[in-house]
């Protein structure tokens, strides 16, 4: 079956523009998850979807940082303000939560904030 | 919250030797310990995965073993290959209020030399 997608895969923007990275999860996977990954550095967890709950949002770095999904299905991570420090592969992941759950990744989106 | 270390970051090792990475946890309600592999560009892809209720796992070259009264887990790798190098991920779900969240390691940068 398909696996987890993104869109964009690349972009590029200017410092203070806004940005929306779209994440397409596994149909019928009701977890979701955004994280950031910064050249050469491992993976930051920003926010986590489960089903109808209210998200984890302990991750988000600052107010700039939103996210939102649609039932169990697309989420769109927006970033207000662009930063240079906001240079980063975003990656989302999604996961089937019964008894088994792993994570599978999407490709990520780059961005580049000039 | 959980915090997750892993060491070495990075790590060369001769075609046919064996490579080792270890991580330790912090929450001992974790309970699902998954490994990632990152090539160069791409997306984190599962290539071991173990839980709490098992000691060591194995999956032809590559075995997973978790200490759980010492809060550390391994990745082994038997006659490495080119092809094993990469960047290795290891990761710990934890529980929260809002579901599960997985926090990860910084990351073994593995190189193989034929």
């Known amino acids: 079956g398909a696996g987890v997608s993104q869109s964009p895969s690349n972009k590029v923007t200017e410092k203070g523009k806004d940005v929306e990275l779209r994440c397409d999860p596994i149909?019928?996977?009701?977890?979701l998850y955004w994280y950031r990954q910064r050249l050469g550095q491992g993976l930051e967890f920003l926010i986590y979807?489960?089903?109808?709950?209210?998200?984890?949002k302990s991750g988000l770095p600052s107010d700039r940082f939103s996210a939102e999904r649609t039932g169990e299905s697309v989420s769109t991570l927006t970033i207000q303000r662009t930063q240079q420090e906001d240079s980063a592969v975003y990656l989302c992941?999604?996961?089937?939560?019964?008894?088994?759950?792993?994570?599978?990744f999407g490709p990520g989106t780059r961005l580049t904030v000039l | 919250g959980e915090n997750v270390e892993q060491h070495p970051s990075t790590l060369s090792v001769q075609e046919g030797d064996s490579a080792v990475i270890k991580c330790t946890y912090s929450?001992?309600?974790?309970?699902?310990f998954p490994w990632y592999k990152q090539e160069l560009g791409k997306r984190p892809q599962l290539i071991i995965d173990i839980r709490s209720n098992v000691g060591e796992k194995k999956d032809q070259r590559i075995a997973v073993t978790l200490n759980k009264t010492a809060k550390h887990f391994s990745l082994h790798i038997t006659e490495t290959q080119p092809e094993d190098s990469a960047v290795y991920f290891c990761?710990?779900?934890?529980?929260?209020?809002?579901?599960?969240?997985?926090?990860f390691g910084t990351g073994t940068s593995l190189t193989v030399i034929p």
């Open positions: 992941a999604s996961s089937l939560v019964t008894g088994v759950d792993t994570q599978y």
């Open positions: 990761a710990a779900r934890s529980s929260t209020n809002t579901g599960n969240q997985f926090y």
């Open positions: 979807f489960q089903g109808n709950s209210a998200p984890d």
């Open positions: 149909s019928g996977h009701t977890a």
């Open positions: 929450d001992s309600a974790s309970n699902y």
